[in-house]
């Protein structure tokens, strides 16, 4: 296990040092930082100090080792636009994009995973059917239709929850700012993390009902059923710690889709996060803040994915890290 | 095969949606009422007219028009071509490509199978959406083109994850032993005899991927990455009609929203059925 895991953060490093390689190029290939520091009005004398300044007169290598120093302290550069350090800012996003995530996980777990059960336990009742018609709409409909027409009906018409932002919050250590403690904060957070967790929770649902499925024919379930277990220890100790191996594989393989889907969640809601953040960054070429968001997501999908692979084993015994 | 799927009520309601709409997209410029993309056709003085059916609309405007006084229905059916066509391009691009990578690593093995599927890994941890928006940020390029190619850098891991699997499966079988004993050549052998027998799961996977692409151009073009305006999309119909969500012109985003929703869940009910067919563990079991 300890083997395994020090051979994981390896690679880990190994996906961060392309990844570092592929910012730099951003960095300094596409639109010319020196240009975009000093200034529209510079004059070619002020452009040649800027650009030794940044080291840009210096041999490929070595610029890409000073990039690479300053990665490490946290250091990439000041934003064009607002002129404050891109990854300060990308920070001060993450409380509201990680509560969004967290929340919409949150739903997406507890509902696709129960209703699942669920339907697999009478998979041609009325209701079975009805879920399951849902689930079909929940994987056909895309995150930034739910949204608008969330917003359409539950915001515009029926007014019982805003169209946009986040709300009050409340700090609480540090720069840490949450929405949760407030009822304003909750009644700003319903209709986006809705909007995240839908397609989520379809696919969680259809593959906790197909794992489900799978696991109630085989024999041991029959043994449980035969010695007369209660219906809900069969079913959820030992039916759906089984069915949910693939489910917990998908759960951590879809946080990069989570991610993705969080910028056009908090696009559509106006919320102020990260992915709202770099979708500016990307319209204003603001390279500083697109290149620390790419470091900052891939750190954490990298970290989660590891956390998942771990997760594993004490869901199934039966797997050995070697 | 046929007859399973006319016994299937909706893997052929699936199918005909599917129909419909992939009709409609070819026919657009024979059956719709406006080229919307010709300026020369289009007249401020019709736009942001409701549906024919409610006060205020007007013929030839079945579905009422936008800001720019394109006819709704008309841009659905443009916006249609365009998605069905980055859909087929992308499970072309990634599809092949893809295949390629799945049969290498899974009938070499060893060091071309370790460098393949670790960097599938990477690509599929960052998830072809969040690729997608960052290379189409950066490029600052658009066109149906660049998206395909786009969309085509993570998706491809799909298919060869899918391929490698049914390769490794297929590989150690006593026919392809038979075909090697002969003195089959390698490539030969992956050819005529692996990649025939690997084929049925990559199909589902293209199905799905099918749906996936259409809701993703429709996402990136919603976010301004995708396609340049002077496209017809989905997704831009309904980002536009966002501005105008709270002067209540909903056929901006609905009718726009339920062709787009109509074609994924048409796609998805074929593939459910693919699924269903090619897994006979599952088939068995809901009785069929």
């Known amino acids: 296990m300890g083997a395994y895991i020090v051979r994981r953060i390896a690679q880990g490093l190994v996906v ?42 210096k041999p490929f290598y070595i610029q890409y080792l000073i990039f690479l120093r300053n990665a490490l302290h946290g250091n990439f550069g000041m934003s064009f636009v607002s002129r404050l350090p891109a990854m300060q800012l990308i920070l001060e996003r993450l409380p509201a994009t990680f509560e969004l995530a967290l929340m919409a996980m949150l739903i997406a777990v507890t509902f696709g995973v129960g209703l699942g059960v669920l339907v697999s336990v009478a998979p041609n009742s009325p209701a079975s059917r009805l879920i399951m018609a849902g689930s079909l709409l929940g994987i056909s409909i895309p995150t930034f239709l739910t949204g608008i027409l969330l917003i ?75 010695k007369g277990l209660p219906q809900r220890a069969v079913l959820f100790k030992h039916a759906l710690r089984n069915a949910l191996i693939p489910v917990v594989t998908m759960i951590g393989l879809q946080f990069g889709e989570l991610i993705a889907f ?16 770099l979708l500016s960054a990307i319209f204003e070429s603001d390279q500083p803040v697109i290149v620390s968001y790419i470091t900052f997501v891939s750190l954490v999908i990298l970290f989660l994915n590891l956390l998942v692979d771990i997760l594993y084993v004490f869901i199934n015994p039966k797997i050995r890290y070697v | 095969m ?43 003085a019709d736009s942001l007219k409701p549906p024919i059916w409610m006060e205020g609309g007007e013929s030839p405007f079945l579905l009422g028009t936008d800001e720019q006084g394109r006819d709704i229905l008309s841009t659905i059916l443009y916006g249609c071509r365009t998605s069905l066509t980055v859909a087929f391009g992308v499970v072309l691009v990634a ?62 891991v799909r298919y060869a994850r899918t391929l490698r ?27 005529r005899h692996v990649l025939p027998n690997a084929i049925p799961p990559l199909l589902v996977v293209a199905a799905v991927d099918f749906g996936v692409v259409i809701m993703l151009e429709a996402t990136l073009s919603f976010l301004g990455v995708g396609l340049p305006v002077t496209q017809p999309s989905l997704g831009m119909m309904i980002s536009i009609g966002r501005k105008y969500v709270y002067a209540g012109k909903w056929w901006l985003i609905v009718f726009p929203g339920i062709a787009l929703t109509s074609i994924v869940v048409g796609v998805n009910l074929v593939a459910d059925w693919l699924r269903e067919e090619i897994n006979p563990r599952i088939r068995r079991r809901l009785g069929r």
């Open chain 2, 165 to 191: 699997g049914a390769v490794l499966a297929v590989k150690e079988e006593d026919y392809i032993s038979a075909a090697r004993a002969v003195g089959a050549s390698g490539v030969r052998v992956i050819f």
């Open chain 1, 262 to 277: 969080s910028i056009v969640t908090e696009t559509v809601f106006q919320w102020p996060g990260m992915g709202n953040l």
């Open chain 2, 2 to 44: 046929l007859r399973h799927f006319l016994r299937d009520p909706s893997a052929v309601a699936g199918a005909t949606i599917l129909l419909i709409f992939v009709l409609g997209a070819l026919l657009a410029p024979v059956i719709a009422p406006q080229n919307p993309y010709d300026l020369e056709a289009l007249s401020l």
């Open chain 1, 16 to 57: 961060l040092l392309l990844v570092s390689f592929i910012c730099f190029v951003i960095f300094q290939y596409m639109g010319d930082p020196a240009w975009a520091l000093a200034g529209r009005y510079a004059t070619p004398e002020q452009l040649e100090m800027v650009r030794k300044k940044l080291g840009l007169d």
């Open chain 2, 95 to 156: 599809g092949t490509f893809g295949m390629l990578m799945g049969l290498l690593a899974g009938f070499y093995g060893g060091f071309i199978d370790a460098i393949v599927m670790r960097s599938a890994d990477v690509f599929y941890s960052f998830s072809t959406t969040l690729m997608a928006i960052l290379v189409l940020g950066l490029l600052k390029q658009k066109g149906v083109l660049v998206l395909i190619l786009a969309i085509s850098l993570t998706d491809w």
């Open chain 1, 152 to 226: 359409m009906v539950f915001a515009v018409d029926l007014r019982w929850f805003p169209p946009f932002g986040r709300g009050e919050v409340v700090r609480i250590f540090g720069n840490w700012r949450s929405g949760l403690l407030t009822w304003d904060g909750l009644k700003h957070l319903i209709l986006p993390a809705i909007t995240l967790s839908t397609y989520q929770l379809a696919v969680l649902l259809r593959l906790t009902r197909a794992g489900m499925m799978e696991v109630l024919g085989e024999e041991y379930i029959k043994t449980a059923w035969a």
